[in-house]
């Protein structure tokens, strides 16, 4: 883990789009209800596991808004991303945190966690298929006997090849504009995640896009593969707001998974 004094100044790379854009991250994420999410999470933590410790990992952490609300519900905060420019910003936001540049599928802590999360649909930027898998037992390397992973994710077979969404914010005198979207073909293991972002100022006007390969998975799938690893898992609709069980019908799902506590 790298202190937060190590990815305060990252060097910048030419064409980098989340070097250029990472102070608007949170501005184009604005809608994304942060608070609710966290207070899920503490709720899911407390009905799931009876460990009296609170060390936390947030994977794919971006700037570093869970991990700042999670210290509110008295968790010690630790973040991973594959950005050093989303890591600087959250080591500004919650200097307390020990943050981990690497992917999802790279990182090495054994039994070191209670909680991991991962939100945003951010395990689908583990790619290939294996490397979800990689991913995912990784996490229940990382998880203390009794240990809970919180995360979403989305069925291939519910994608809809839409034109994405976009926000557009004032950034003094310019006007941005963010869209994304997600494209599947249909079959296969690759999901293609689109980015495009313009800025146009009095100046002139600047454009950016990036191109993502994320995975396709099924949901059904996610779930063996979990239990395969070990996990015993729970499904729940796509709310946050409250605690229903998956319908097994809609296309988005919560998956709580918990590793077994050590047999005394």
Request: glycine share 6%.
């Amino acid at each position: 883990m790298k202190s937060p004094e190590e990815l305060t100044s990252p060097v910048p790379q030419p064409g980098n789009i989340y070097a250029d854009l990472a102070a608007y991250y949170d501005q184009f994420c604005a809608e994304v209800d942060y608070a609710e999410q966290c207070a899920f999470a503490a709720r899911v933590f407390t009905l799931f596991t009876t460990s009296s410790k609170r060390d936390y990992l947030d994977l794919a952490c971006g700037t570093g808004q869970h991990l700042q609300l999670m210290q509110a519900y008295d968790f010690v905060p630790s973040g991973l991303d594959n950005s050093a420019f989303m890591l600087a910003k959250a080591a500004e936001r919650c200097p307390s945190a020990q943050l981990l540049l690497c992917d999802l599928a790279a990182f090495e802590q054994v039994e070191a966690f209670d909680l991991v999360t991962c939100f945003l649909y951010s395990i689908h930027y583990s790619h290939p298929l294996a490397a979800v898998t990689e991913t995912l037992r990784r996490t229940w390397q990382a998880l203390k006997p009794g240990g809970i992973f919180i995360f979403n994710a989305v069925d291939a077979r519910g994608i809809r090849n839409d034109s994405g969404i976009t926000t557009q914010l004032t950034d003094g005198g310019a006007q941005l504009s963010f869209q994304s979207s997600w494209y599947y073909r249909g079959e296969g293991e690759v999901l293609d995640l689109t980015l495009s972002i313009r800025r146009e100022s009095a100046t002139g006007s600047e454009h950016w896009s990036d191109h993502h390969t994320m995975t396709a998975v099924t949901l059904p799938q996610l779930m063996v593969m979990l239990e395969n690893i070990g996990f015993e898992v729970t499904m729940l609709e796509h709310d946050y707001s409250v605690m229903s069980a998956w319908n097994r019908e809609s296309f988005n799902a919560i998956f709580i998974a918990c590793k077994p506590p050590a047999i005394p």
